[in-house]
Structures are given as structure tokens and as C-alpha cells.
């Protein structure tokens, strides 16, 4: 894990408050991080035409909480993140970001409330290098515009060296470095995947939402992308957001975990009551499944 150490802590200023916590993976369960609400969903519904795809879905997410949402196919997953993110308006309900309620959160007012995203495929660069990529998520942070850079201004300049050395951090924090001359479309997909958590982390997020970041990795890449997720947490102090198919991953990684089922909330709770639920078993493995595990349970 020391190649996730923070080496410049001037740096991500916004993070100082609560970084410095070296947490280790086996101590997770012992992290104390629930200080207060940083988004929450209140009754949040959404239809297309007559498919209800979240009937009154509420849960919050704490400070420094890994939080998942799972469900089976067509659960209504994406459409969560879509709302939340504010791609999709939804019908009814309110969102909350730290003090400031929303029935439909603006995008473009996303990084302005500390939230980031990565995509369940792919959205980098292929022509540009690591870095550029990188760079591209703080396109909304940029204070100078493209014709003080062309000038070389020298607060354009200044900025150009902030940039820098946060795609350095960055990179160093998530094992990047000597990955960031390189163009994007060179690297294996696993650090593709790493370059796009990257890009979410360098404008400074306070949550940050993952959309399935294990799809398409190896088991390697999976270790790999799980460790970085937890050093996010850990040592960056975010919130997190993970919507994710591969239900191992889930429950090592995960402090809560939301289960959505044909668009409403079935259960709520740890990885250890999640996994046994009746409902929940019920619902990725079928009625007779939860009959036998209940009975095995008497038995
Ligand atoms: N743009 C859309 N137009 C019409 N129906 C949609 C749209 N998006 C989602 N749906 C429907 O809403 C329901 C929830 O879909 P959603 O994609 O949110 O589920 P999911 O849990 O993300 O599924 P998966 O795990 O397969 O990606 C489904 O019945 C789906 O067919």
C-alpha cells in the first residue's frame, strides 16, 4: 500500500480536514465515519411511460461511507445514478447534498456540490495521454479561460502548475505515474478503468458515485481497483457511492448496502444482514431458495 501514500500534502487542500487517517485494509470495520449525512434520497420516484423503474426509494449516505446499491437486472440501478447524478429528473421525491435540497440536481452543478462519477463503460480520451485525461475532469475548475492559457497569462501559467501537480498526486496516489505520457488507448483496460477514477478524483470530490468499476476487470484488476476504492475512502476521507454486479466485491468493501428490487428498496443494511435477508435471497436467487435457506436455518 505505499504507493497509495499522499506524498504532497499541500495539495487537494480541501482534503486536510479529515485525510491524514491511515487506515489499513484489515481495520475497516473499525473506521469511525459516520459524521453526518452528505447526500440523502427522500421518496424518489421515476417512470418511463408505464415501466416504474424506483417506486419511493430512500437511503442516505454518510461521511465516509462506502455505500452500495444492488439489485438483479433491470432492478433500477442505472436509473438511480441517473437521477442522482441528475442525467434523469425524477417524478417525485427530493435530494439532499449536505444542506441543499434538489428535485432535480443540475449536472452541471455537480462538482460545485463535491460529486463525481465514473461510467459503467468507458468515457476517456483515446487520443489523448493519461495525463490529459486526467486533466479533462477539471474542466468545470478552471478559472482561466482557453485564450489567457494560448496567452500564457501568468495566472493561466499558475493554474497550468496547479493542474500539473495535481495529475501527478493523483497518479502517484493511484499508482499512475509512470503510466501518464502514455495515450490512454495503450494501457491494459484495468488501468484504463484507474485513469477514469483519476479523472473523477482530481477536482477535489467530496462523493464520489461508481458505476460498476469491476466490469471488465480480471481478478487481479479487481484486487487492484477494490484497494484503491478503500484507499479513497480511507485516506481521502470520501464518500462513496458503488453500484456493482459482482456481489464478492460488494460485500468486502461496502459499510452498507442498499438492495433495489423492480425499483423499490427490499433491504437496508450491512453486508453480514444484507446477505441474509430472506427477501434479498429471494430475489437474485428465486422463492424456492429462500424457502431452502430459511429452512436450513431452522434445521
Ligand atoms: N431510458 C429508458 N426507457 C425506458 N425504460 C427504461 C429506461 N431506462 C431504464 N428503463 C427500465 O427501467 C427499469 C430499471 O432499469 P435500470 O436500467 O435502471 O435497472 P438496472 O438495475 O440498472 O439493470 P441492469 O443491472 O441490467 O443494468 C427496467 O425495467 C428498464 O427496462
Redesign the pocket.
Same mark, same amino acid.
Given at each position: 500500500m505505499t504507493g497509495l501514500a499522499l506524498t504532497e500534502p499541500a495539495l487537494l487542500p480541501e482534503r486536510r480536514a479529515v485525510a491524514p487517517q491511515t487506515v489499513s485494509a484489515a481495520t475497516r470495520s473499525q473506521v469511525q465515519p459516520v459524521q453526518g449525512t452528505r447526500l440523502r434520497l427522500e421518496g424518489i420516484s421515476l417512470a418511463? /411511460?408505464g !415501466?416504474r $423503474?424506483l417506486k419511493d426509494v430512500s437511503f442516505d449516505i454518510r461521511e465516509g461511507e462506502i455505500r452500495a446499491v444492488i439489485?438483479?437486472? /433491470? $432492478? /433500477?440501478? +442505472? +436509473? *438511480?445514478v441517473n437521477v442522482i447524478s441528475g442525467l434523469y429528473r425524477a417524478d417525485r421525491g427530493v435530494i439532499t447534498h449536505g444542506g441543499e435540497s434538489f428535485a432535480h440536481v443540475p449536472p452541471a452543478r455537480l462538482p460545485g456540490l463535491g460529486v463525481a462519477r465514473t461510467f459503467q463503460n468507458l468515457a476517456l480520451f483515446p487520443g489523448l495521454t493519461v495525463a490529459q485525461n486526467i486533466a479533462s475532469g477539471l474542466v468545470f475548475r478552471r478559472k482561466r479561460g482557453l485564450f489567457a492559457q494560448l496567452l500564457s497569462l501568468p495566472k493561466a501559467r499558475a493554474e497550468t502548475r496547479e493542474t500539473e501537480a495535481r495529475i501527478r498526486e493523483i497518479a502517484g496516489f493511484l499508482g499512475l505515474s509512470e503510466h501518464l505520457p502514455r495515450l490512454v488507448s495503450t494501457l491494459p483496460y484495468g488501468l484504463q478503468k484507474q485513469v477514469e477514477l483519476a479523472r473523477a478524483l482530481i477536482a477535489g470530490p467530496r462523493l464520489l458515485l461508481l458505476d460498476e468499476p469491476m466490469a471488465g476487470l480480471t481478478g487481479a484488476e479487481k484486487t487492484a481497483m477494490a484497494a484503491h476504492i478503500r484507499a479513497v475512502r480511507d485516506r481521502l476521507g470520501l464518500s462513496v457511492i458503488l !453500484?456493482e454486479?459482482d456481489i464478492g466485491v460488494v460485500m468486502g468493501l461496502s459499510d452498507r448496502i442498499v438492495v *433495489?428490487d423492480h425499483?423499490e428498496v427490499i433491504a437496508d443494511g450491512s453486508p453480514d444482514e444484507v446477505r441474509r435477508d430472506p427477501e434479498v435471497i429471494r430475489a437474485y436467487l428465486g422463492q424456492d431458495a429462500a424457502g431452502a435457506t430459511s429452512g436450513a436455518e431452522a434445521a
Open positions: 418511463f /411511460g !415501466i $423503474a439489485g438483479p437486472n /433491470g $432492478a /433500477g440501478k +442505472s +436509473s *438511480l !453500484i454486479h *433495489l425499483g
